[in-house]
C-alpha cells in the first residue's frame, strides 16, 4: 500500500508538471473578429495580452486545462479540445470560443 500511495504521489506531481509545462510561453489567440494578438503565460502564475491597449491577470489550473483571471475582469480558458487548442473568452454580457495556437518564439 505504501508503494501505491508514492506512485500516486508521483504520478500526479509528473502530470501536473507536465500540464504546466505546456502552458506556458506565448500563445496566439485570435478574438471574435478573428484578429490575431498575443498571450503570454509566466511560471510566476502571470498572464499579459497585448490586446488592444495590454491586459494583465493570473492563471490558474482547471481540470488540466488554464483558466486566466484578467485584473478587467474578463476570463479566458484555454483547454485542448477536438478541434485542437481552443479560448472561451467570457466577460459581463458575451462568451465566444476562438482558435489558439503557440508561437514559435
Do not use: H, P
Not at 69 to 89: A, C, E
Amino acid at each position: 500500500m505504501n508503494i501505491l500511495l508514492k506512485f500516486l504521489v508521483l504520478f500526479f506531481f509528473f502530470n501536473y508538471v507536465n500540464a504546466k509545462n505546456n502552458w506556458l510561453g506565448e500563445w496566439i489567440a485570435s478574438d471574435k473578429w478573428q484578429s490575431e494578438f498575443s498571450i503570454k503565460i509566466y511560471e510566476d502564475g502571470s498572464a499579459s495580452s497585448n490586446y488592444g491597449s495590454g491586459e494583465t491577470g493570473s492563471w490558474e489550473f482547471t481540470d488540466g486545462n488554464l483558466t486566466i483571471f484578467w485584473n478587467s475582469g474578463k476570463t479566458d480558458y484555454f483547454f485542448n479540445g477536438v478541434m485542437g487548442y481552443q479560448r472561451i473568452r467570457k466577460n459581463k454580457n458575451e462568451s465566444y470560443t476562438s482558435g489558439l495556437r503557440k508561437s514559435s518564439n
